[in-house]
């Protein structure tokens, strides 16, 4: 038998009938695409969650084999559900196997809504608990290489005077913010529940990662732009932000402010612990805030690739050619340039993975790996091209002892940043 709940069902709503445990939903690609909550499975049974705006209905699949499509009749009494979701829990006789259910469920059709996604058990809790714990010790180890990062610039004059740098801490304003939601992530993966029970603190944190995540790409655009300006000595690199410059920071800020705000009011980004990723609710705002997103950053990321196919054009047509700019402004055009490579491969893993890697879980496990990863290599690459920031990095964690043994160095570090 086939039933589905009554009235409008929130997070912490999500119960199942004639007593069966109520336990978080997981398919192939349901949690990705549809609001997932806590939704029924007891003996053996598959739990799958529907979208939004369907009649409630009762449906008896005992006599139905595989490949049957069932046509949905209203319940006597049936209520209209005016909520994102309603949940669905199948009550499994013995006599319907679980290929039977799986397929059956293939055919469901409710209103204009057709489910396609097969359905699978909620994963056992030693996995959860592995991945929970790699997303929030990573980000945490991260977080805490980018304070460190953040404070060895602050206190470094010749930092503080240069564009790129004070550019570079504008990204890692983001993601600083980026890192902590993705810790948070880490603890929705082991306690499930908090979920459901604090939807709205879930969406809060949502909103914040995705909105910082939005502002990295007019933001790589600006700092691609200073690249250029630079090369072709437009403007000073120790010299205060063109006016015109400082705007596009501002503007960069402002569309991550005002995308947070559409997130945490009419639009939602949640956490589905069961496919280990933050996802878009499936109501029309937050599909038209996505599609906002993906148009956004595609534009940013075309505009971007050819301000850096200028740049390379430029560089090709000096005199003198490469050796031509200063050794630290060509570690950090290539800093950048990295920067930019990685969030590319990002976005493009997380939207079309589906073309080149298995559809799993664990595919999405990886992405979102690669996503705290990304947040945390600014400072990394800035270490490893940077014989300066390292010296600082010493300075900032030995002190003195440090600084003593590298007096004979004082005119070669003043001369240039990057040795």
């Not at 806590?38 to 008896?60: K, S």
């Not at 801490?169 to 082991?190: A, E, N, P, R, S």
């Not at 501002?250 to 997130?263: A, K, N, R």
């Not at 300066?388 to 900032?396: G, I, N, Y």
Request: contains cysteine; charged residues 10%.
């Amino acid at each position: 038998m086939i039933c589905v709940t009554t009235g409008v069902l929130h997070h912490s709503d999500c119960e199942a009938n004639d007593g069966a445990a109520a336990l978080p939903c997981n398919g192939k690609r349901v949690p990705r695409q549809l609001s997932c909550c806590g939704i029924a499975a007891a003996n053996g049974a598959a739990a799958l969650l529907l979208e939004d705006r369907a009649t409630i209905l009762c449906l008896n699949i005992g006599s139905y084999g595989p490949g049957t499509t069932l046509t949905s009749k209203a319940a006597e009494g049936a209520v209209p559900v005016t909520s994102y979701s309603i949940f669905l829990s199948l009550h499994a006789r013995s006599s319907v196997s679980s290929d039977e259910v799986s397929e059956t469920l293939r055919m469901i059709e409710l209103g204009n809504m057709t489910t396609t996604d097969s359905v699978q058990q909620p994963l056992p809790f030693h996995q959860s608990l592995i991945v929970g714990l790699t997303y929030s010790l990573l980000s945490a180890t991260l977080l805490s290489i980018y304070i460190a990062y953040i404070l060895v610039l602050l206190q470094n004059r010749e930092f503080r005077n240069l564009q790129a740098f004070r550019l570079m801490l504008c990204l890692g304003v983001f993601d600083f913010i980026q890192l902590i939601g993705h810790f948070v992530g880490g603890i929705l993966t082991i306690r499930k529940e908090i979920t459901y029970n604090s939807s709205y603190l879930c969406k809060v944190f949502g909103g914040t990662l995705n909105s910082a995540w939005v502002g990295l790409f007019p933001l790589s655009l600006v700092i691609a732009v200073n690249r250029l300006l630079i090369f072709r000595k437009a403007i000073n690199p120790e010299g205060k932000f063109p006016q015109p410059m400082k705007i596009a920071v501002v503007l960069c800020f402002l569309y991550s402010i005002g995308f947070w705000i559409c997130l945490l009011t009419f639009a939602e980004v949640n956490y589905h612990p069961e496919s280990f990723s933050w996802s878009y609710s499936e109501d029309s705002n937050s599909k038209l805030m996505s599609d906002i997103e993906f148009i956004v950053s595609v534009v940013c990321i075309v505009v971007t690739f050819l301000v850096y196919i200028t740049i390379s054009i430029s560089i090709y047509k000096m005199t003198r050619g490469i050796n031509s700019i200063r050794r630290s402004e060509r570690q950090l055009l290539v800093q950048a340039a990295l920067l930019f490579f990685v969030l590319t491969t990002l976005i493009t893993c997380w939207h079309y993975y589906q073309v080149f890697l298995p559809d799993t879980i664990w595919t999405l496990f990886s992405i979102n790996i690669y996503w705290i990863l990304y947040c945390g290599l600014n400072p990394v690459l800035h270490f490893i091209f940077s014989r300066q920031v390292r010296r600082s990095f010493q300075r900032f964690f030995f002190g003195a002892n440090l600084s003593l043994s590298n007096k004979t160095n004082s005119v070669v570090v003043v001369t240039s940043i990057h040795q």
